[in-house]
């Protein structure tokens, strides 16, 4: 039997074996082939692509637009990986309704397999709401970078016994809501494991260390195309930005200099046919 999509049961199995469970972003065509070719289970195409695809200085202005613009884009280049589409601020909070009509619109527009939106307990109904509809959730606890502001900034989650307490039980809560699977990011990693080996679903860690049963990592930044700043948990597998700006500044030297385009990069015609012009 060739590969196959991989499906939610896929990712439960997983976890069950004690297999881990791949995941990285994506946001374009080409990138999702990529990771869609070495086998990767998962793609997120996150709201981070706000910052290091987009520019802005946080993940707050990503639009529903822009989102399914380039969760499209990731739809067309992968066929087996399973697809997140990641719902950015305010296009769950502030009804169910509203919840409901764009997640839809990650299955429906951008052939997403499921939607991820961030929040604990409180996000709990919201949660519930959506699958009851018939579309699968991701839940997402610890940092959540679209409520940063609220948290005082990027900072570890989880550190003391009450807000470890907290973040034990907005797992359970959204796990009972319908989730099939969490993103824990930036907390502490014996409550990571805690929380990992209390739940039936799969729990994929971003700086939550390797107890969870996955683990998800911002392309940009495992490649090192972000150059802004680089979190503690990132691990650079490869430095590409020093090797395409070597690449850009060459292309410039030879332009400049009548290098390129040679020979071999030009098309010709005839010299009887060029007479004739």
Do not use: W
């Amino acid at each position: 039997m060739g590969r196959q999509k991989v499906t939610i049961a896929e990712l439960h199995r997983k976890k069950q074996n004690r297999e881990k469970i791949t995941m990285i972003t994506a946001y374009d065509y080409p990138t999702a082939r990529l990771v869609d070719e070495v086998g990767i289970d998962t793609i997120l195409v996150g709201d981070s692509l706000g910052m290091v695809v987009l520019g802005y200085d946080s993940t707050v202005p990503v639009t529903m637009e822009e989102m399914l613009h380039h969760c499209k884009a990731v739809s067309r280049g992968a066929k087996y990986g399973f697809i997140i589409g990641d719902m950015p601020f305010m296009s769950y909070q502030s009804s169910i309704h509203k919840a409901i009509e764009n997640a839809g619109r990650f299955i429906k527009e951008a052939a997403c397999d499921c939607v991820k939106l961030e929040g604990g307990s409180e996000m709990a109904h919201v949660v519930e709401a959506i699958v009851n509809a018939g579309i699968p959730v991701c839940a997402h606890i610890g940092l959540t970078p679209q409520t940063a502001t609220k948290l005082s900034g990027f900072k570890v989650q989880g550190k003391d016994a009450d807000s470890a307490k907290e973040l034990i039980q907005s797992a359970r809560d959204l796990e009972s809501a319908g989730a099939f699977m969490i993103v824990m990011e930036c907390i502490p990693d014996l409550l990571a494991a805690r929380i990992t080996n209390e739940l039936s679903i799969p729990t994929i860690g971003i700086g939550a260390g390797k107890g969870c049963d996955g683990q998800v990592l911002v392309y940009h930044d495992l490649v090192d195309l972000f150059e802004r700043f680089t979190p503690k948990f990132v691990k650079q597998y490869i430095n590409l930005s020093p090797m395409i700006k070597e690449a850009l500044a060459q292309y410039k030297k030879e332009v400049e200099e009548g290098i390129f385009p040679g020979a071999e990069h030009s098309f010709t015609m005839s010299a009887e046919e060029a007479k004739k012009i």
